[in-house]
């Protein structure tokens, strides 16, 4: 059996940079399970048994080097299909993906979809004019479509800057989760139910709603993601996030929760899905459990005005919104939905930030909603 560390070693000298990636994770998540010891690549002996989990994968990884020979542009993985493609430009010859003009007026969005999207609602604001957007979204034909944004025919033929679904903002094709990585990716017949997590069946009771469109895996794939900490390495030095917009299917508590004092340094204002009742996801982290540890960041919920522009009041994307002024809350379960949106801000850093003062925002007309259940607290 040859040392862990010179096969390792064999593979990040002869593969691409991507398969060596692959590796490396492959040694963090078959670490816990196999008793490896990471900083020598290997065993605390720098072997490895003939049953390893690790060397079964590092046996892959070689298979797939010396075929990467002759085509170092795709692989296969668990029989699906991948290849690396160019995805963004920096805007100087550092790491960065947003003007440096922009460090202060930064917006992110985790999971933009194509529909009610920052692009399509908040920069149709005039409070926005000078905002950069990041936008980020795993599923390609919702990314393309936002790439695209354009006409078909002989027009739709004309160089489109890549990744620039506006000109002031990119868009990327990945996921955001607390750690990067490749993950597996549920869709379902209803793929705004896609997600890292799975599914828990017979969650959702509601009237009406198409239950096993969400409950249903269609497809699996294989997805690039990465994390909010690496995000924050590619925006200008001491940037501030105005506005952070997270709709990623039970994973957003967590995400942004990773981040720790990064979130108390770098983010004005937080708008996330949240779940008003129970777990629609497998590992899904509870509304009130959001809240709470988000306020040990120094986060609290938003007042009016401080929402205003930013979001729809009392109805945003997801469902009922819950900020200071309104009477829905993490406990709210009077309504027919059990989905909704938490907007925090900052206590140091919204009193930098200034306010929108005009009406609108992410919102959507809720089919759902029935009349007074969301209204603000009356006076």
Known sequence: MHDAESRVRAITTRAPKYVVSLLLISLVEIHADDGMSIGGVGSKHGRMGPGSALVERIRELEAQVRDLQSRPYWWTESGQLIAPIHVGLPTDNNRSLVPAEFSQKIILEFGASNAYTARDTLFRNPCFSSHFLLSFEPLIDKYSHNVANQPGGISAARHAKLSAHHPRGRIFPFAVSPEDGIREFSIA???????????????DTRNGFPVTACEDVVEKRQVPVISLKTIFGWLPPNSIVDFLKCDIQGYD???ILAAGKLMQKSVRRVLMEVTLAGERYSGQMSCAEVLKQMKALGFRLANSAEVKGYAGMPWSVDGPLIWADGINTCETTNLKTTDG????????????????????????APAFHTGGEGAMKAG
């Open 341 to 364: 949106d938490l907007f925090l801000v900052n206590e140091a850093l919204i009193s930098s930030g200034t306010n929108c003062g005009h009406s609108g925002g992410l919102n959507r």
């Open 253 to 255: 508590g967590p995400t």
């Open 189 to 203: 017949k209803i793929d705004g139910c896609a997600s890292l997590l799975k599914y828990n069946r017979g969650f």
